[in-house]
């Protein structure tokens, strides 16, 4: 499964992500990991999640995030769900048909591997394809 978190810059996705991880953590029994850009959530969610900050891996592309999820997955089978906080500043793309490809990959990866995602995107729902915010 793929939820996607969308708004404008301060709309509040990342505290429905922070919310939606301290729920999860409460709820599901594997491993959860959360990526960001930065540090900025180390305070604010469980320990219990890992919390990967993505600039110590110089991410800057959908090939190279799908690459180190897969890795991720390949090191841990037990996890259960990943967490991408600002899917636009890791990828280093706002391109619409790179996103919904990305999203694509995740859908049909968590699938095959028992996976679910949830990601926040900055941007303006009304502006995006149905081919994004179908995963609201």
């Known amino acids: ?13 990342t505290k429905q992500l922070i919310d939606a991880i301290n729920t999860s953590i409460k709820t599901e029994s594997g491993s959860m990991v959360c ?16 919390l990967i900050d993505a600039s110590e891996y ?7 995030l799908r ?3 897969s890795g991720l997955h390949a090191g841990n089978f037990d996890i259960s769900h990943i967490f991408i906080d600002g899917l ?8 619409a048909e790179e996103t919904a490809a990305f999203l ?6 968590g699938k095959a591997n028992k996976l679910e995602f949830t990601i926040s995107i900055s ?12 995963y609201r």
Request: aromatic share 12%; charged share 25%.
């Open 35 to 50: 990526i960001e850009k930065g540090s900025a959530l180390t305070f604010d969610i469980d320990y219990r999640v890992r």
């Open 88 to 95: 636009y500043k890791l990828s280093g793309s706002n391109d």
């Open 104 to 109: 694509a990959w995740c859908e049909s990866f």
């Open 123 to 134: 941007d303006d729902p009304a502006n995006l394809p149905e081919s994004i915010t179908k």
């Open 1 to 13: 499964m793929v939820k996607v978190i969308m708004g404008l810059k301060g709309s509040g996705k």
């Open 58 to 64: 110089d991410i800057g592309s959908y090939v190279f």
């Open 67 to 69: 690459g180190f999820i």
